[in-house]
């Protein structure tokens, strides 16, 4: 998210994501093909905690810059009707 935010590189953003990802989306894969199912039940809970991680700090990454989902009242540029 602090790629989105500011102009440096999403490298950093796209190793921590990976790096959280993938290791607990193979075990999970491979836990499921060998029927290791308690296997795979905690790879897939740590999967969704990661996941649930990464939103959100990229939900605190926004709200720390000032980016709100509440409008504002200004007009937008895009706004055909001034």
Known sequence: MLSLTSARSAVLVGVFISVTTIPAAGNLALALVFGRFH???GSALQLLINLTGIVAAGYLVLLARGHSRVPDDRPSRYDTTS
């Open 39 to 41: 296997d795979a039940a």
